[in-house]
């Protein structure tokens, strides 16, 4: 008994394959070499490098431009951004990507640190880094980009630990700053990541939120106090300067004043000196200048002159002496 064929037509003891087949075997033929030829190719941005990978392994290392390679999934490419400043945020971001409740946990896992005097601070902070070295990035380390925040945290919580909650929240931002960068590029090179950090930016210190106001207030006092301080050392600056000029004006004074009497007597003296000396040469003509000198000056001095006889007697009842002025 001869077996049905089910339709499917027997010429010389070959099955002959329908036409509507062989078209969508020739379509995917020909999709499939197209897409081959398209993955052929491939462009590096000006700021990236590719690295290419043969069987996930690596391969090489090509610039920007366009290059060339076997098609997927012989040669893959993942490109690197080395030139691009990259930035990882901590305890904030600027895009919101998780749900708020997640995030907000997140967030307090990266931000909330102990402080060397066992206080709380909360530390939001960014890093601004560049990939130097694609190839240790992808290949050195496991998950470069979650590697590199876990060192951030570390290293963040190690510094803060090493200082009080006044400095943290106040005078010792930028010595942090300084101090993480130096610690995280030193991880970065001994862990062979790749990565070179440019900067690192505390963008806001606060106490958690239960003691915000009692560090609020605490901070407003020592405002108030370097407040006052400031307007005392302002005041010293004004009188003690002042006291100090008056001061050295008044020894001056005294001083001129000082050398002035020395200096006139001095010329006394040496006048008397020179008198005496002129009247032990002469007495008889020193006494007689003298009496004349001093007649000069004191006859300008008085109103009236009255010259009497050396020999008349029982004259002064007879003057009229009320009306003798003298000037001064």
């Known amino acids: 008994m001869e077996r049905p064929h089910f339709g499917i037509p027997k010429t ?25 030829i398209w ?21 090489r290392e090509v610039p920007p431009g366009l290059h060339f390679k076997l098609p997927d999934p012989v040669e893959t490419v993942i490109k690197v951004p080395v030139q691009r400043q990259l930035k990882e945020e901590f305890g904030f971001r600027s895009a ?18 102990l402080t060397g005097d066992l206080n709380v601070a909360w530390v939001e902070w960014s890093t601004q880094y560049r990939i130097k070295d694609p190839y240790l990035f992808l290949f050195r380390i496991k998950d470069g980009r979650n590697t590199f925040r876990d060192l951030n945290e570390a290293v963040m919580k190690a510094v803060v630990g090493d200082r009080t909650v006044n400095n943290v929240l106040t005078v010792g931002r930028q010595e ?7 610690r995280l590029q030193g991880l970065c090179d001994q862990y062979e990541t790749g990565i070179t950090v440019d900067q690192v930016v505390l963008q806001n210190v ?22 006052l301080i400031n307007e005392a050392w302002s005041e010293y600056n004004k009188a003690i300067p002042r006291a100090r000029g008056e001061a050295l004006q008044l020894i001056q004074n005294a001083e001129g004043h000082a050398a002035e009497r020395i ?21 008889e003509v020193t006494r007689k200048r ?8 004191v006859f300008p ?9 050396e020999s008349a007697r029982n004259l002064l009842p007879l003057l009229n002496l009320d009306m003798v002025e003298v000037k001064p």
């Not at 942090?176 to 130096?182: C, G, L, P, Q």
């Open 12 to 36: 010389g003891g070959v099955i002959s394959r329908p036409p509507g087949i062989r078209s969508v075997l020739a379509v995917v033929g020909g999709l499939a070499l197209l897409l081959a």
């Open 39 to 59: 993955n052929l190719w491939f462009t590096v941005e000006p700021e990236e490098v590719g690295i290419v990978l043969r069987f996930g392994k690596f391969s």
């Open 96 to 113: 919101e990507e998780f749900r708020q409740t997640d995030s907000q946990k997140v967030y307090e896992q990266e931000s909330l640190m």
């Open 176 to 182: 942090i700053s300084d101090d993480v960068k130096r």
């Open 206 to 227: 606060t106490p958690p939120e239960p003691v915000k106001p009692s560090f609020n207030e605490v901070n407003q006092a020592q405002q108030e106090k370097e407040r």
């Open 263 to 283: 200096n006139r007597a001095k010329g006394d003296a040496a006048f008397f000196e020179a008198l005496f000396d002129a009247y032990q040469k002469a007495p």
């Open 290 to 297: 003298l009496y004349i000198e001093t007649i000069e000056a």
């Open 301 to 309: 001095r008085v109103n009236r002159t009255v010259v009497m006889d």
